[in-house]
Every structure is written in structure tokens, then in C-alpha cells.
């Protein structure tokens, strides 16, 4: 029997960085928060109190890759946000395509504000994906 995962999931944003934990077992995943960043640093102090409450075991971050596959200046963004949550916490990350994670979270939310939402789907797609690599 495989060991039961969580997560955090994040949706990267220059202003807005979205927060999710998802956990192995549903392969679900709820939102967190929505924290605050100037240029793409968040606010450390909040992610480090995400980390401690929930000691995820893998950090997911979705790459905003273009439509046709090609990259993007806010992928290469993202994946220098990924290496650094790595190194600050000595977490593996792992990337997850997120194409339209944000329309569809826009879809599932009377919010303004969907980037956790989109993380909750960030997360979603990789404990899904996850899940079919490692079945029991």
C-alpha cells in the first residue's frame, strides 16, 4: 500500500500566487489562499506557515505554457519560482501543464479572484496524472 501524499499546488502570478493542498487518497484538493507577490517574490512568511501546517511531501507548480506548446516568458517564470520553493525547502517540485486551468477556474468561481481555484485544478492534474504513473 502506497503512503498516503499531500501537496501544495501553486498557480504563479507576478502579483497573485494561488494556494492549494490536495491529498492522494481522493486525489483532491481545496484552496488555501490567494497571497500576495511584488514581481513574482511572494510573501515568504505566509508560504513558509503553508509548509509547516501541512509538511507536503512534493510542491506543484503549474507552468503556463503557450497554446501551442511553445514556451512563454511567465513558464520560465514560473519554473524559477519552482527551483526556488525547492531550495527553500528542500521539497521536490514538479511542473504541470496548466493551459487553461485559469478559464476554467474562472468557469467554477463567482470570484474575482481565481487563482486558487486554478491551483486547486494545478494540483488536481498532477495527483490525477500521479495516480495513473503509480497505480496500486
Same mark, same amino acid.
Not at 498516503?4 to 491529498?23: E, K, N, P, Y
Not at 509548509?51 to 503549474?62: C, D, F, M, Y
Given at each position: ?47 513558509? +506557515? ?12 503549474? +507552468? ?21 520553493? +525547492? ?36 494540483? +488536481? ?12
Amino acid at each position: 500500500m502506497r503512503p498516503t501524499l499531500t501537496v501544495l499546488g501553486f498557480d504563479f502570478g507576478m502579483s497573485r500566487i494561488g494556494v492549494a493542498v490536495g491529498q492522494s487518497i481522493t486525489r483532491t484538493a481545496s484552496p488555501l489562499a490567494i497571497v500576495g507577490a511584488r514581481d513574482g517574490i511572494p510573501a515568504w512568511q505566509d508560504l513558509d +506557515e503553508f509548509i509547516k501546517q501541512w509538511q507536503p511531501s512534493h510542491l506543484i507548480v503549474g +507552468e503556463p505554457i503557450n497554446m501551442d506548446g511553445s514556451d512563454s516568458q511567465m513558464a520560465r517564470l514560473a519554473r524559477k519560482f519552482a527551483r526556488r520553493i +525547492e531550495a527553500r525547502w528542500h521539497i521536490p517540485s514538479e511542473m504541470v501543464d496548466e493551459r487553461l486551468t485559469s478559464a476554467e477556474a474562472r468557469s467554477l468561481s463567482d470570484e474575482v479572484r481565481v487563482d486558487d481555484v486554478a491551483a486547486v485544478l494545478i494540483t +488536481e492534474t498532477w495527483l490525477a496524472s500521479h495516480q495513473a504513473q503509480n497505480p496500486t
